[in-house]
T-cell receptor
Framework: DTGVSQNPRHKITKRGQNVTFRCDPISEHNRLYWYRQTLGQGPEFLTYFQNEAQLEKSRLLSDRFSAERPKGSFSTLEIQRTEQGDSAMYLC????????????FGPGTRLTVT | GQQVMQIPQYQHVQEGEDFTTYCNSSTTLSNIQWYKQRPGGHPVFLIQLVKSGEVKKQKRLTFQFGEAKKNSSLHITATQTTDVGTYFCAGQGSWKGVVYSGAGSYQLTFGKGTKLSVIP
């Protein structure tokens, strides 16, 4: 399967711990997005990469969140000092180069902070 | 900031009935996209509308983009149980001169979605 993959699929952590999630986009897609989704809400934009450059971050994003895409392929999202309010589904999406707007979402990582 | 609102939040229909969900943006959009998320699944792209007044059809689904590029709708004719899920619209802001109407140049702003249940 050549879709977007995310690991782990589930993560349970204690408040105050750091967590890191990985996203592997579709191979020829140079654009990558991270979103957060809570129950009953639409995906909320977190950050955007074009190749290895992080071009946009949500103004609402806490400094505890950081993302990287070091070689323009896979990406990682780290949350430091997790809080219970960070519990959510973290979705990654990728998009091919060119004018197409369609985003391909991965299955997500569900984070539970206890 | 840019807001995208969807109504209704929930819709229960008998199989075979029609269904419509509406999407309104607080600002003019450059394009709008529709996604479907099945229970326990992830959003899946349905369509993108770019032109003012655009109408696109996919089998039983009809998508419209308003003349002012601030609203959109999705209509499903004769719903089936396979249509169950949450339908999201997602809008991207637009440039008017040097002023950008969106939340960010690359951001899609999603609505809260309309959850469709189909009673067989």
């Amino acid at each position: 399967d050549t879709g977007v993959s995310q690991n782990p699929r589930h993560k349970i952590t204690k408040r105050g711990q750091n967590v890191t999630f990985r996203c592997d986009p579709i191979s020829e897609h140079n654009r990558l997005y991270w979103y957060r989704q809570t129950l009953g809400q639409g995906p909320e934009f977190l950050t955007y990469f074009q190749n290895e450059a992080q071009l946009e971050k949500s103004r609402l994003l806490s400094d505890r969140f950081s993302a990287e895409r070091p070689k323009g392929s896979f990406s990682t999202l780290e949350i430091q000092r997790t809080e219970q309010g960070d519990s959510a589904m973290y979705l990654c999406a990728s998009r091919p180069p060119g004018g197409l707007y369609e985003q391909y979402f991965g299955p997500g990582t569900r984070l539970t902070v206890t | 900031g840019q807001q995208v609102m969807q109504i209704p939040q929930y819709q229960h229909v008998q199989e075979g009935e029609d269904f419509t969900t509406y999407c309104n943006s607080s600002t003019t959009l450059s394009n709008i996209q529709w996604y479907k998320q099945r229970p326990g699944g992830h959003p899946v792209f349905l369509i993108q509308l770019v032109k003012s007044g655009e109408v696109k059809k996919q089998k039983r689904l009809t998508f419209q983009f308003g003349e002012a590029k601030k609203n959109s709708s999705l209509h499903i004719t004769a719903t089936q149980t396979t249509d169950v899920g949450t339908y999201f619209c997602a809008g991207q802001g637009s440039w008017k001169g040097v002023v950008y109407s969106g939340a960010g140049s690359y951001q899609l702003t999603f609505g809260k979605g309309t959850k469709l249940s189909v009673i067989p």
